[in-house]
Nanobody
Framework: QVQVVESGGGLVQAGGSLRLSCAAS????????MGWYRQAPGKQREFVAR???????NYADSVKGRFTISRDNAKNTVYLQMNSLKPEDTAVYYC?????????WGQGTQVTVSS
């Protein structure tokens, strides 16, 4: 009943920027957490950033100061602005939307940072 659609991944050189988007649809309700996770080849999925419906944010230490998460509640959309990208940021990035009622993941979008 809740679905998420991601966009914005691609190939970028080190030091460049990308902006990821994730739009949620269905029976969303207010009061939820939207976040981004990533998984590099051969590694576990890891937390990147999260934002609550009250716009409280949290970031992984590895991206703090470089990435910015934001949301547009009217559009049920979460964004991840990624600046100063590094090769170690290369991964599949997944969107997650959750609250007491649901926990939904997107299909993932590839981000590749070349040196």
């Amino acid at each position: 009943q809740v679905q998420v659609v991601e966009s914005g991944g691609g190939l970028v050189q080190a030091g460049g920027s990308l902006r990821l988007s994730c739009a949620a649809s269905g029976s969303i309700y207010s009061g939820n957490v939207m976040g981004w996770y990533r998984q590099a080849p051969g590694k576990q999925r890891e937390f990147v950033a999260r934002i609550t419906s009250g716009e409280s944010t949290n970031y992984a230490d590895s991206v703090k100061g470089r990435f910015t998460i934001s949301r547009d509640n009217a559009k049920n959309t979460v964004y991840l602005q990624m600046n100063s990208l590094k090769p170690e940021d290369t991964a599949v990035y997944y969107c997650n939307v959750r609250n007491w009622r649901y926990d939904v993941w997107g299909q993932g979008t590839q981000v590749t940072v070349s040196s």
